[in-house]
C-alpha cells in the first residue's frame, strides 16, 4: 500500500470551506484514494473515494490531479459538527488480501 | 443486519483473565477486519478475515491474542491473561467483495483492565 501524507491537525470556523491535502508519491496505477471520518467515540466513516479527476457527494469532494501523486478533500461550508479525524488511505479497491492501514490522520477543529 | 454490530460495547476485566469480543458484520460482507484504538491514538491494524481464513495476521501483539471466524459471518477476538496495555477501543470493520476498501465500522468494544 502506498504511503501517505497529510497534516497532523487544521483549525477552521464555521461557514468555511476546508481542504485536507494528501501526498501519495507511490501510488500505483491500480490504486484508489479513498477518505475516511472519525468522530469521538466512533468507529471511522467512509466518506469518499476516487480514482482520478473529481468526485462529489452529499459530504464532501475529492480532487485528484492528472498524476494522482496527491488528492484534495473538500468540505464546503463545515460546521461544529465536522469537527473530526480525517484519514486517506490508498490502496487497490478490487485486491482482497489487504487491509487498510490507517495513520494518524488529520484532526480537524471547528469552532464558532 | 443493517450496519456492524459488536458486543459487548464496554467490559471491564480484571488483569490475567480472558476476554472475548464479538463482531457481527454487514451479511454479504465477505471481509472482515479487527482493529483497536488506544486513547488519542490512531488505528492499530490486528487481523483480516476473507471468509472463514485469516490471511493477515501480522497485527496481532502477542500469543495472547487470537481470532476466529465461522460461517464467514460472526467474528470473535479473544485475549487471553489480560494485561493493562491491552485496554483500547477494539473495532470491527466489514466489507463487500465489490469494494474492499468501502469498510463499514461498528461502534467498538471499550475494553478496560484493571
Known amino acids: 500500500l502506498a504511503k501517505t501524507t497529510q497534516p497532523i491537525s487544521m483549525d477552521s470556523y464555521e461557514g468555511q470551506e476546508v481542504n485536507i491535502t494528501c501526498s501519495h508519491n507511490?501510488?500505483?496505477?491500480?490504486?484508489?484514494i479513498t477518505w475516511y471520518q472519525q468522530f469521538p467515540s466512533q468507529g471511522p466513516r467512509f466518506i469518499i473515494q476516487g480514482y482520478k479527476t473529481k468526485v462529489t457527494n452529499e459530504v464532501a469532494s475529492l480532487f485528484i490531479p492528472a498524476d494522482r501523486k496527491s488528492s484534495t478533500l473538500s468540505l464546503p461550508r463545515v460546521s461544529l459538527s465536522d469537527t473530526a479525524v480525517y484519514y486517506c488511505?490508498?490502496?487497490?479497491?478490487?485486491?482482497?488480501?489487504?487491509?487498510?492501514?490507517f495513520g494518524k490522520g488529520t484532526t480537524l477543529s471547528v469552532s464558532s | 443486519g443493517a450496519g456492524v454490530s459488536q458486543s459487548p460495547s464496554n467490559k471491564v476485566t480484571e488483569k490475567g483473565k480472558d476476554v472475548e469480543l464479538r463482531c457481527d458484520p454487514i451479511?454479504?460482507?465477505?471481509?472482515l477486519y479487527w482493529y483497536r484504538q488506544s486513547l488519542g491514538q490512531g488505528l492499530e491494524f490486528l487481523i483480516y478475515f476473507q471468509g472463514n481464513s485469516a490471511p493477515d495476521k501480522s497485527g496481532l501483539p502477542s500469543d495472547r491474542f487470537s481470532a476466529e471466524r465461522t460461517g464467514g459471518s460472526v467474528s470473535t477476538l479473544t485475549i487471553q491473561r489480560t494485561q493493562q496495555e491491552d485496554s483500547a477501543v477494539y473495532l470491527c470493520?466489514?466489507?463487500?467483495?465489490?469494494?474492499?476498501?468501502?469498510?463499514?465500522f461498528g461502534s467498538g468494544t471499550r475494553l478496560t483492565v484493571v
Open positions: 507511490n501510488i500505483a496505477t491500480n490504486d484508489y
Open positions: 451479511s454479504g460482507h465477505t471481509a
Open positions: 470493520a466489514s466489507s463487500p467483495r465489490e469494494s474492499y476498501y468501502g469498510y463499514t
Open positions: 488511505l490508498v490502496g487497490d479497491n478490487g485486491q482482497a488480501g489487504t487491509a487498510l492501514i
